[in-house]
């Protein structure tokens, strides 16, 4: 039984072969060929913060594999009054085949696998957002070929996304360079982990440095999920980090640009760009759906 609740939690080969399987699912999912290799699974979907994406793209997902979800508003639920996570999990984890988590505390998530008997995903922590960045880089590799050696360039935020960037670094072999106002930097802990597995990351403040040459320029809100009281103070703070058509201009000429959404326009990334010819970042949520398909029929199947 494996969870996943980083991308460190899967071996670099496991990476490459949830990514291949994702092409495949999507694939035939084009092709209207069934694949239903999940038959009479149900997963469950504890959610403590606002989705889009994640949610349908898990239910949608496992819907098409042939399951049944259920979804968890944690504060219907009696985690909401109080029941301790181990016990939910131990509870849960009776009746379900699969659970999905979105919460604040990192923490929870690890505590619930640690009394789960089933697979626990992690569909984003303030900590880490690890299912983004599996497609993500499924998303480039469709467009560009193999990450591998490439630089991605990260402008903005040390935050969740920049976390699970900097472990996609270890598994997919790309350098990263971050380009952070100086006390938005990742976490330290984090980071030191992944240099140790063989990440690439160099940091830096100004953007137009971390954009240099790269293939792929990405960024992410200024106050994420549980930062809105930050946000007018964030704005001042990041001004000079917003994505726009000079950062680009440091970047490859033909370097993609995402955004894991929802986006910001005149915040962190300018309207020119995201809805500009380089931008990838319809594709890049559509396959939030097929990566994770790969990804729950690797853990279930
Ligand atoms: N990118 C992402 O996780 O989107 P949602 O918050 O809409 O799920
Ligand atoms: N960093 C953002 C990502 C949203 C998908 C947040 O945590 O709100």
Redesign the pocket.
């Known amino acids: 039984m494996r969870h996943f609740i980083s991308l460190l939690d899967i071996s670099n080969d496991e990476a490459r072969h949830i990514l291949k399987r994702a092409a495949i699912i999507k694939r035939m999912l084009r092709e209207g060929k069934p694949h239903q290799p999940l038959a009479g699974k149900t997963m469950g979907m504890i959610f403590d913060k606002a989705s889009t994406r994640t949610r349908v793209s898990f239910e949608v997902g496992m819907y098409q594999l042939g399951g049944n979800s259920v979804f968890l508003n944690s504060g219907d639920t009696q985690l909401g009054r109080g029941e301790p996570v181990e016990d939910t999990a131990k509870v849960l984890s009776r009746m379900l085949d699969v659970v999905v988590i979105r919460t604040y505390a990192h923490d929870m998530v690890q505590r619930f696998a640690r009394h789960s008997q089933v697979p626990v995903i992690n569909a984003?922590t303030d900590l880490t957002?690890p299912c983004?960045v599996l497609s993500d880089v499924f998303t480039y590799e469709e467009h560009r070929g193999s990450i591998e050696g490439k630089t991605v360039a990260w402008i903005g935020d040390g935050?969740?996304?920049a976390h699970s960037w900097i472990n996609g670094s270890v598994s997919f072999g790309y350098k990263l360079n971050i380009a952070c106002p100086d006390d938005y930097t990742p976490d330290e802990k984090l980071l030191a982990a992944a240099r140790e597995l063989g990440a690439e990351v160099n940091l830096t403040d100004d953007p137009l440095l971390a954009a240099r040459d790269a293939d792929l320029v990405t960024t992410?809100?200024w106050a994420?999920?549980g930062q809105e009281k930050q946000r007018a103070e964030r704005e001042k703070i990041f001004a000079a980090y917003q994505v726009n058509s000079r950062v680009m201009l440091e970047a490859q000429p033909d370097a993609l640009f995402m955004h894991?959404l929802p986006a910001h326009r005149g915040e962190e990334v300018a309207a020119e760009v995201i809805d500009g010819r380089q931008s990838v970042v319809w594709d890049e949520a559509e396959n939030r759906l097929h990566a994770q398909k790969g990804l729950l029929e690797f853990l279930l199947a």
């Open positions: 984003l957002h983004q935050n969740n996304m992410d809100v994420s999920m894991c």
